[in-house]
């Protein structure tokens, strides 16, 4: 989707902690919901299909460096069904 380098202003997001980039994402996709367009309706839908991709490869390397436990207790669910939610690509 994007290169993640920068935000649009040119501040790398890199320096931005995991609150002010979720932040940040709320912000964009008020925006893109309160245009009430077809264009941002499908921008959005685009998003929710990507974050749901990016939201298992966090799942998967959260486990791998922790473990699925970690996931369950995250996400509040039980560590089986984290695993087979997210346990592959």
Do not use: K
């Not at 202003?9 to 320096?15: C, I, Q, T, V, Y």
């Not at 941002?40 to 839908?45: D, K, P, R, T, W």
């Not at 749901?52 to 490869?57: A, E, I, P």
């Not at 486990?63 to 560590?79: F, K, L, P």
């Amino acid at each position: 989707m994007a290169d993640g380098s920068a935000a649009p202003d040119g501040a790398p997001l890199d320096g931005l902690t995991e609150a002010e980039l979720g932040a940040l994402i709320c912000r964009a996709t008020d925006e893109l919901s309160g245009r009430g367009t077809r264009e941002g309706f499908a921008e959005l839908l685009r998003i929710v299909a990507y974050v749901g991709q990016q939201v298992g490869h966090a799942a998967r390397l959260v486990a791998q460096s922790n473990s699925w436990s970690q996931v369950a207790e995250i996400s509040g669910t039980s560590r089986q069904a984290a695993w087979e939610r997210w346990r592959s690509t």
